[in-house]
């Protein structure tokens, strides 16, 4: 019996038509969510669209375990507590013919500190200045103790590009990287095409050609690898990974993401200042059942507010455990009949999973006996109320590596006493105690332990409720060869990338 | 005829004038703080740096007055100087020119699909009421208005783009990539102008002049051909006009799920980016070329009806 895809390729065949919609030869064709969006500013996620396209390098970059190593700096020293010194790469130039220098490379930083709104990741704020003080050597100086540093010049926005690249307050990013590729043509928001950067320091590079389609419709991006217009899909939707799965000569790379969905609990509020019933209502939630449900198993449950694989998460640690009755003895043990209980619980639009899942913790709550208010807005709408402290839950997708790859800065903003971002209204002294001491720690894998700490006391304290780890789909084509999603998604287009 | 045109005209001024107003506040009616949107847009993330909130309300001048703020946009947009986008920092007057460019050449081959399929269909459907082809025009037309575009390009991207491969699934590359889009929003007026073609054309066939040009010998698809279509086209010439102007900004989801950049992706992206010189600029554009396209089609109909001149010359 011949089949439909056997008869239309028959009938494609004789009309002569069959493919024409596929990506071209040896040009490798990818399918991206975000364009760019604010001309470049490589104090903006631009930065981030440059840097995943090849183009843009760093001094350091955090490679595809997680860890931090050389870019355009070969090593780094730590000369005084507010100071570092940054040792430049020999014989990189730009891909304008420019040699890269401390003088440059200091100027590229400088222009960062010096706009009018500038990134959180290095911002005057953080950074008192960048300077050259020999012919390939940075100095940065803090203006506090900060070890944080070499991690900083590994954002994004912390790129450089040559001097020819700075013109009356723009960025022109065409011609002027150090990375594998070069930008050829900018069309808007509608793509970037790129080449080979044939004078690449860091070795040969196996793409000739790249096409990056923007394409802001998630399903769209999976038809287009669907189709074979584009040989990788990025960032592809859960409801179209069994399709995606099933269909021959595709490959999904799935990563957790530094990104978290929380189920923020106003710990000032009565009788949510009483952890019990915080622990209660942990313990009401079906988490698994959650991720298999509503993200159609594409995620994990969260064990805290770091995915297992990040350096800082607690060793074997698990999901809350899902014990309905036991919550209703702790609902008891605070004093709360089944039923007196009614809270409200926010859910923003913006994020599409957050109505189902509100219905569904609506649900599990009313299991315990607590009734939940559901009220679902725009983000923008909720959000004085939940600065304000006038709200009961709130869901929120949360990043905890947003400015930097370390969570000193998310524990702080998030959980400190005094932290710009602290929904939940937590305050611990013993918690804003052991982040202070550790702030100064330059080993790492110290910081570590205590951060994987302070995720077990947030977890063990219910001050929030981590209900899944998210995670991020790409889908791509079998031809393509060493295809990974890095952790922070800051490079996709590498030199070892190639196209069967 | 002249003073019809330029009354017409004054009207198109006044309306601008107006427009200017609300275009100008549109942007400020929604809640939240500009600044603090244009900031979240740029680094995707709900935690702002209150002080680069600050700097940036300075330097977009959100901190002056709205009054001070409309005069000194109002001038400057008289000199057709729109400013700059609060995002991507490019003239706003160039990104509405290009994306205008593609909007325009979109709406007018969905159009033209849609007329050049609709005439001859109610026509055919008017010449015999009741019959075959009328029912099957009648049921399809009633179909086609009931189908949301955001379900029908999708369809259209599985069969075309997906099962047959024929054409391209999204973006903006040359004829092929046109095509897909064009038939999706091309279905809707398709079965709005076959309706109001049958009616008129139902209508004119029962006009005197045509049982005159019967008796006179000639057939019915000559009658028609020679005595009919003209008149009965007038209406679709206003519906034309009116859908183009509709088009050219409200093709929103067709032009977002097939990734094309034209005005209705313009203004989505500003919306979601709160570029408010953007979103004013596109308001302004939008409403200015909706009532020269309406002043067009008004002049286009008094050349094709008569009866309007006179109408307009005894005012």
Not at chain 2, 22 to 41: C, E, K, N, T
Not at chain 2, 122 to 133: D, E, V
């Amino acid at each position: 019996m011949i089949t439909r895809a056997g008869f239309v390729a028959a009938f494609l065949s004789t009309l002569g038509v069959a493919g024409a919609a596929s990506a071209q030869g040896g040009k490798f064709v990818i399918a991206e969510n975000f364009p760019p969006r604010a001309g470049f500013a490589l104090e903006t996620d631009d930065a981030n669209v440059l840097s995943k396209a090849g183009c843009l390098e760093m001094l350091t970059r955090i490679d595809f375990d997680g860890k931090l190593k050389p870019a355009l700096a070969t090593s780094w020293t730590q000369t005084a507590p507010d100071a570092w010194d940054f040792t430049l790469r020999k014989g990189v130039s730009f891909q304008d013919g420019q040699a890269l220098t401390a003088a440059s490379a200091a100027a590229a930083l400088n222009a960062v500190l010096k706009v009018t709104a500038p990134a959180r990741a290095f911002s005057p704020k953080l950074i008192k200045s960048v300077e050259a003080i020999n012919e390939d050597t940075v100095r940065v100086t803090t203006p506090v103790a900060s070890v944080l540093t070499p991690l900083r010049l590994a954002a994004a926005n912390t790129g450089i590009l040559s001097p020819a690249a700075y013109k009356d307050g723009k960025i022109d990013p065409v011609g002027t990287c150090t990375g594998p590729f070069v930008i050829t043509r900018v069309n808007g928001q509608q793509g970037m095409s790129l080449k080979r950067n044939d004078k690449y320091w860091g070795g040969a590079v196996k793409l000739a050609e790249v096409e990056i389609k923007f394409i802001p419709d998630a399903n769209v991006r999976a038809t287009q690898v669907r189709t074979g217009e584009a040989h990788v899909g990025a960032a592809v939707p859960a409801s179209t990974l069994a399709t995606l799965k099933s269909t021959a000569g595709l490959k999904i790379e799935s990563i957790a993401t530094p990104r978290t969905s929380t189920l923020l609990i106003n710990t000032k509020k009565a009788p949510l200042d009483n952890p019990k019933v915080r622990q209660a209502l942990q313990m009401a939630l079906d988490l698994q059942g959650i991720a298999a449900s509503v993200y159609e198993g594409s995620v994990q449950p969260a064990i805290g507010p770091f995915a297992p694989a990040e350096p800082w998460a607690p060793k074997g640690a698990k999901p809350a455990a899902y014990d309905p009755k036991k919550a209703q003895a702790l609902l008891a043990e605070a004093g709360i009949k089944p039923g007196s209980l009614t809270l409200d619980l926010f859910a923003y639009v913006e994020k599409i999973e957050f109505k189902d899942l509100a219905a569904i913790l609506q649900d599990q709550f009313n299991a315990i006996g607590v009734k939940a208010n559901i009220r679902v807005a725009e983000y923008k709408a909720l959000e004085p109320d939940i600065l304000a402290g006038k709200y009961d839950l709130a869901l929120l997708s949360r990043s905890h590596m947003v400015d930097v790859a370390d969570p000193a800065g998310y524990l702080q903003s998030d959980y400190g006493c005094g932290g710009g971002y602290n929904l939940s209204h937590y305050c611990n002294a013993k918690f804003d105690e052991k982040l202070a001491k550790v702030a100064g720690e330059a080993d790492p894998a110290k910081r570590y332990v205590v951060y994987s700490e302070l995720a077990q006391d947030l977890q063990n304290d219910a001050v929030n409720i981590f209900v899944i780890h998210e995670a991020g789909n790409d889908a791509y084509s079998a031809k393509v060869r060493n295809y990974k999603i890095h952790p922070l998604y800051q490079y996709t287009l590498t030199p070892e990338l190639a196209l069967e | 005829m002249w003073l019809f045109v330029t009354r017409r005209l004054a009207v198109l001024l006044l309306t601008l004038l107006v427009v200017s107003v609300f275009a100008f506040l549109i942007p400020y009616l929604s809640d939240g703080d500009p600044a603090v949107l244009v900031l979240r847009s740029r680094v995707a993330d709900f935690q702002v740096d209150q002080a680069a909130v600050e700097a940036l309300r300075q330097q977009l001048g959100l901190d002056r007055s709205l009054l001070a703020q409309y005069l000194s946009w109002l001038n400057a947009a008289l000199h057709g100087d729109f400013g700059y986008s609060y995002t991507s920092r490019a003239p706003v007057i160039d990104q509405i020119g290009r994306a205008l460019l593609v909007s325009i050449t979109l709406a007018m081959s969905a159009l033209g699909i849609a007329i050049v399929i609709a005439v001859p269909l109610g026509t055919a459907a008017a010449t015999r009421p009741g019959g075959p082809i009328d029912t099957a025009a009648t049921f399809v037309t009633q179909t086609l208005v009931a189908i949301p575009e955001y379900w029908m390009a999708p369809m259209g991207i599985l069969v075309f783009a997906l099962y047959l491969g024929w054409l391209p699934s999204a973006g903006w590359d040359g004829m092929s990539s046109l095509v897909l889009p064009a038939m999706v929003l091309a279905l809707r007026p398709l079965a709005y102008f076959t309706r109001v073609t049958r009616a008129a054309m139902m209508d004119v066939l029962q006009a005197p002049y045509i049982t005159a040009a019967r008796s006179r010998g000639l057939s019915m698809t000559q009658t028609v051909l020679r005595h009919g279509v003209r008149n009965g086209a007038i209406p679709v010439v206003t519906l034309f006009a009116l859908w183009l102007a509709g088009l050219l900004g409200g093709s929103v989801v067709v032009e977002v799920i097939f990734a094309i950049p034209g005005m209705g992706r313009l203004i989505y992206e500003a919306v979601i980016n709160k570029d408010i010189p953007v979103l004013q600029a596109s308001f302004v554009a939008i409403v200015a070329l909706s009532v020269l396209i309406n002043t067009l089609a008004d002049i286009l109909y008094a050349v094709l009806n008569p009866m309007v001149r006179m109408a307009h010359a005894h005012a």
